[in-house]
């Protein structure tokens, strides 16, 4: 199975006879082997913001740990054919506002020119996460799944984990890509 699968298979379903699929390193990734929500959360094409709340029970908060305006990507991205401009690069932490605890992180990439000017103004001014902001505002966006996996790798925070799962997604808006999200998904949080 391709990366090309997991976009075509992802886009319509959230099952997958074998639970296994390849990822964009070459990696094997057995879904069947993660707890039910996170798996949950890796496939839907949602936001994860309100799912948290609703599973944990308490408000989550949209911690912000870096926003900056850069000319290029930190990493590969689905914009590094297009010549597009400006892209305000995020990271956030979403935490549990009674427990404190970091339910997942997300690193962006936002292509300013592909949004209203207003919205890519409220983004900037750091006002409202993503998800939020593209519901408030009531624009028509498509997310399409580009990539998920498992590794230890380390949280845009500084702290380590035993294992994270990630998902790379694309937000299109008006036809184009707009926004790229890497999520990162601290597996003990989900067991």
Aim: with cysteine; net charge negative; charged share 25%.
């Amino acid at each position: 199975m391709k990366l090309a699968v997991i976009r075509k298979h992802f886009k319509t379903k959230g099952f997958i006879d074998g639970g296994a699929v390849i990822n964009n390193n070459g990696e094997e990734v057995d879904l069947s082997l993660l707890p039910p929500f996170l798996r949950t959360l890796l496939v839907t094409d949602g936001t994860v913001t309100k799912s948290l709340e609703a599973f944990y029970w308490e408000p989550i908060k949209v911690v912000s740990i870096t926003q900056e305006l850069v000319q290029k990507t930190n990493r590969r991205t689905v914009f590094d054919e297009d010549e597009v401009g400006q892209f305000l690069h995020r990271e956030i932490e979403l935490v549990g506002q009674y427990t404190d605890t970091t339910y997942a992180t997300a690193d962006s990439y936002i292509c300013l020119s592909r949004l209203p000017y207003s919205t890519a103004q409220r983004l900037i001014a750091n006002q409202i996460g993503i998800g939020e902001l593209l519901r408030d505002e009531g624009l028509e966006s498509y997310r399409e799944i580009f990539d998920f996996g498992v590794d230890n790798s380390l949280l845009e925070n500084g702290k380590t984990s035993a294992e994270t799962a990630y998902r790379t997604y694309v937000i299109n808006i008006n036809g184009a890509n707009a926004i790229e999200i890497t999520e990162r998904f601290p597996i003990d949080c989900y067991r």
